[in-house]
């Protein structure tokens, strides 16, 4: 048999609904504060989350226990002071990766690679867009990139040391030149220069919005044949032989890197060291100010909301005087009509918290489907959204309820 209180706050619940759809205006103007803060904080950390798991799966295609290295780090801000700081570095040089490769005895793989976007491949008469990037690769390039070749085979010492005219396919692009397959063994001009087709890449999905299969890897040594190689900088990559001499492997790299180049002891790094742990933490530490900064604002957006909804609920009070004289007089108590006006403002809080989570998931969410990537719904915030709007029911609603409770049953039975 339900207990006493139960069956009080069962009865107060319903009326306050009642209530609710009674002043189905009032009841939505009230929400509209509501919907608004837990809107604009749902939809910024759906939007956030989206990106994180974007760079994270971006990401993963490095493979286990890998870091990079390169001239520009991954999350660089806009300011004119730190582009001209990243701009005047010196580039790294193909003979400064070698000099990597040869003294990183830590090391299981060490790859150079260097990148050049825009070309177009042609196949006969069919070429693709001119968006194709164009990568130079040497023999450890495919594992350090966990590139896993589905047809043919990657490049070997050989083919890196002879600069031979080997191209080995993105998905896309393959896709794209030979839809009925039969690629290896073929020509294709890459930015009109010939090269045999050595393999065909699995499809790696989409990274960041983009789509990593669009692009076409040739030995590092032919890439600098037909680019030059000057005035280019050259990528690092180096896998670590296992998880516990990952820092190590790391620490080993920068001495060397610091040696060959140069840098004066006590000076600052002129290079940037990246892997899958060090860019969530910079994109943790970018977004912590503009989740600061929307907190702050939908908390103020809340607490305006909570005081409309505490001068509807005191506005209801007044105009439901009789009816609270009405229940007194047939044996309602305090705690009654105290319970009824808090549970009315928080259901009114909380139908605006769900109105306000709804949108903002559905908001966040267009970031994943303009990079195309999973969709995700924060459950975090959402627990977080609706546990605000509670306590903002119960802040705001209690002076009104404290005010509906404490009405005379005589007065109020003779208000008009």
């Known amino acids: 048999m339900p207990s006493v209180y139960y069956l009080e706050i069962k009865e107060s619940l319903a009326m306050a609904l009642t209530a609710i759809r009674t002043n189905k205006l009032r009841s939505f103007l009230t929400l509209l504060g509501i919907v608004v803060g ?98 130079g690769e040497d023999e450890n390039g495919f594992t350090t990139n966990n590139w896993t070749v589905k047809e043919g085979r990657a490049f070997n010492v050989q083919d890196v040391s002879s600069a031979k ?33 050595l393999g065909v890449l699995e499809s790696q999905g989409n990274a960041l919005g983009g789509n990593s299969d669009n692009f076409v890897a040739i030995p590092i040594t032919s890439f600098f044949t037909i680019y030059g190689k000057y005035h280019r900088s050259v990528n690092i990559m180096v896998q670590a032989k296992n998880r516990e001499s990952f820092d190590d492997s790391i620490e080993q790299v920068k001495g060397v890197l610091r040696t060959v180049r140069k840098v004066e002891p006590g000076r600052d790094d002129d290079f940037e060291i990246f892997s899958n742990d060090s860019v969530i933490d910079q994109f943790n530490d970018f977004t912590k100010y503009v989740k600061l900064g929307v907190g702050f604002i939908s908390f103020i957006a809340l607490v305006a909301a909570g005081v409309g909804i505490m001068n509807i609920m005191l506005v209801s009070v007044t105009e439901r005087t009789r009816e609270i004289g009405i229940r007194k007089a047939i044996g309602a108590k305090k705690n009654n009509i105290l319970i009824q006006f808090v549970l009315e403002a928080i259901v009114l809080c909380e139908l605006g918290g769900l109105f306000g989570i709804g949108i903002g998931i559905l908001g966040g969410n267009i970031v994943a489907l303009i990079m195309s990537v999973p969709a995700i719904i924060p459950w975090d915030w959402v627990a977080i959204g609706l546990l605000v709007c509670s306590f903002v029911g119960i802040v705001f609603g209690t002076y009104p309820a404290w005010k509906a409770a404490n009405l005379d049953p005589i007065e109020s039975l003779r208000y008009e």
């Open 38 to 135: 837990v809107f604009s904080i749902i939809l910024v950390m759906t939007a956030i989350g989206v990106l994180q798991n974007a760079i994270e799966s971006g990401l993963s295609q490095l493979g286990a226990n890998t870091f990079q290295v390169q001239k520009y780090p991954v999350l660089m801000g806009h300011g004119p002071m730190e582009r001209f700081k990243y701009r005047n570095r010196k580039d790294i040089t193909y003979e400064e990766g070698l000099a990597v490769k040869e003294r990183a005895t830590m090391a299981e793989y060490v790859a150079l690679e260097v990148w050049n976007g825009a070309k177009v491949i042609k196949y006969g008469d069919i070429e693709t867009n001119p968006n194709v990037n164009v990568c």
């Open 165 to 197: 005219s080997y191209v080995v396919l993105g998905s896309k692009v393959a896709d794209k030149l030979f839809p009925r397959g039969n690629a290896l063994g073929e020509m294709v001009r890459v930015d009109g220069f010939p090269y045999t087709v």
